[in-house]
């Protein structure tokens, strides 16, 4: 499966001012927030949390902060508040895990550790940390995600705590087996560049948009949004506006953890209205708020040197539990509302910006890159990836029988079914079928006992027996030296994307277990998907769902499911609430 090439927008604005070279320190300090006190008409600041305040004596220790200028300035891997709870808990043994990307710095930030965790002065005889000392471990292994977390291999080798960077808390904290440190390494990046960026390419009305950037000349509706869309967006609002009032543009913004508050940052930026050249305020003393310091920049950019709408938008930062708001992972992706009009990926690759994109194929998706500061749009082959996936599906149902027991799980045949000749002879009977494997994963916390226990109980009882396989990852040589007599599909729990992207490459059929549902029968899929019908909107049995850690997912083939309020369950007939 090949995805569309990016296509590069408009070229990007010139340098703008540049960043701050540190993150704005977040969770240090008390809130400002006032609280009232009962009987007390005034307002008191609530009182700091005494227990995660990082001590001044670390804040301000030379050696240490000299020792982090070998880490790059705008990469916040908040090596303080590291060695805080390294000293709170006298740790001995720290396990750090972190992604390949990152992994330049791990030797540097384990000589940091080891050499500045506790002071040599105080580590002597009557010492505050007397005969102290903390080893590094550097697992070494790949790290795909939070759910490669390696806590079991860190306490086996002796490990006392896990450090684990760049991703959020996908595995609590409370089921780790040892203490449990998540660093999201946020990344400071250039939030005047982006919000030009965005405003520069992207008119802030609908019309104009849709008609320059969209380039729908025959479909940009009127203010009074009679006009019917082609790309599956439901234009209630224009339709509700006055006839006067231009309808802003709808923008979704989504991200990985390492660029959330940039998101948040664009949000502000992209929801308030430039004010017109002349009316451009004079150069303040500036405050000690990032954001209003960006948005006092911002409103002094002049229109006629850069081009910019001046217009706010309407910005949604989407949100699934339980990531952050605006937060997507390679598994995880929100469903957008109908009358988004784009969404915008801040972000490196195309991992990420995937996953959101085949949730939501009606929706056009925008990729901003951070490091080389390039604004695109980009595409997705989204009927062939339902193609290449719905023959999976309907290779599993042939192998597990159901062809003839399609009438008993409710599982019609589709049209390509019936045209394949083969396809004919298998709905006559289950003869010849025979088992499947289920692959658990054992990369980190990958594999899910609730998932594979909802997979194997979902086989009819006239199949054989699942054949279960634990594997750390998943190749076509590996799969390939079992006998394809005896196993005729595989369902491995490691990560729904192994599939998607990689499942062509597999002599049989691997399914994630929502593939297995929708082939076993227990969920309608998404076969016979058109994007593009006369009402401009997504149609056939359903879409392909991105929940896959989520807490309202639509089934018990995911990790997560039932986490949420209330607990859904997807099924042929829709969507059924439970108590």
Request: with cysteine.
């Amino acid at each position: 499966m090949h995805a569309e090439p990016s296509t590069a927008l408009h070229p990007t604005v010139h340098d703008a001012p540049a960043a701050p070279a540190k993150p704005r320190k977040r969770f240090v300090g008390a809130s400002s927030r006032p609280t009232a006190r009962k009987g007390e008409g005034k307002t008191r600041p609530a009182p700091p949390r005494v227990a995660n305040l990082i001590p001044d004596e670390i804040l301000n220790d030379k050696d240490l902060n000299e020792a982090m200028k070998g880490l790059p300035s705008n990469y916040s891997f908040e090596i303080h508040k590291t060695v805080h709870q390294l000293r709170r808990d006298r740790i001995r043994t720290v396990a750090l895990q972190m992604p390949e990307g990152l992994m330049i710095y791990g030797p540097i930030i384990a000589d940091i550790l080891e050499h500045y965790t506790y002071p040599a002065a105080e580590c002597g005889p009557g010492g505050k940390y007397e005969g102290m000392e903390v080893t590094p471990l550097l697992l070494a292994d790949v790290t795909y995600g939070a759910c490669c977390i390696d806590d079991f291999t860190a306490k086996e080798m002796g490990a006392e705590m896990i450090v684990h960077y760049g991703h959020s808390c996908l595995i609590p904290v409370s089921q780790t087996t040892l203490k449990t440190l998540y660093v999201f390494v946020e990344i400071t990046i250039d939030p005047i560049h982006l919000a030009l960026s965005v405003r520069r390419n992207f008119p802030s009305e609908r019309a104009p948009f849709r008609r320059d950037v969209l380039h729908e000349e025959a479909n940009v509706p009127d203010h009074k949004g009679k006009a019917p869309l082609v790309i599956g967006i439901d234009d209630t609002s224009a339709t509700q506006a006055p006839p006067d009032t231009p309808t802003p543009t709808k923008i979704a913004l989504v991200s990985t953890i390492q660029f959330i508050s940039a998101v948040q940052d664009l949000r502000d930026l992209l929801s308030i209205a430039l004010p017109p050249p002349e009316d451009i305020p004079p150069e303040g003393p500036e405050t000690d708020i990032d954001t209003r310091q960006t948005q006092n920049h911002l409103m002094r950019v002049k229109a006629e040197e850069l081009g910019v709408w001046r217009g706010a938008y309407e910005v949604v930062v989407p949100q699934v539990k339980p990531l952050s708001p605006g937060e997507v992972l390679g598994c995880t992706a929100p469903k957008l509302e109908a009358d988004v009009d784009a969404l915008i990926y801040v972000g490196d690759g195309r991992f990420h910006l995937e996953s959101i994109m085949i949730a939501n194929p009606s929706v056009p998706a925008f990729r901003y890159d951070p490091y080389d500061k390039k604004f695109t749009r980009e595409g997705y082959e989204h009927d062939e990836m339902r193609e290449l996936r719905g023959k999976a599906v309907r290779q599993a149902r042939r192998n597990v029988g159901l062809g003839g027991a399609a009438k008993e799980h409710k599982v019609e045949a589709s049209m390509e079914e019936r045209r394949d000749a083969d396809t004919e002879v298998a709905l006559g009977g289950s003869q010849g079928a025979s088992g499947w494997s289920v692959v658990l994963g054992t990369l980190g916390r990958q594999g899910s006992l609730s998932v594979l226990k909802s997979i194997t109980s979902s086989l009819p009882a006239s199949t054989y027996p699942p054949y279960l396989l634990l594997l750390s990852e998943l190749s076509p040589q590996k799969l390939g030296l079992l006998p394809a007599d005896l196993l005729t599909t595989f369902v491995q729990t490691s990560c729904p994307r192994l599939s998607i992207d990689w499942g062509y490459a597999f002599e049989r059929p691997l399914l994630s277990p929502y593939e297995a549902s929708v082939a076993l029968g227990k969920i309608r899929g998404w076969e016979g998907l058109v994007l593009d019908d006369e009402k401009g909107q997504a149609a056939g049995q359903g879409g392909y769902p991105m929940d896959f850690y989520s807490d309202d997912s639509l089934g018990p083939w995911t990790p997560r499911h039932g986490m949420g309020r209330p607990k859904r369950m997807a099924t042929k007939e829709g969507l059924q609430v439970s108590a």
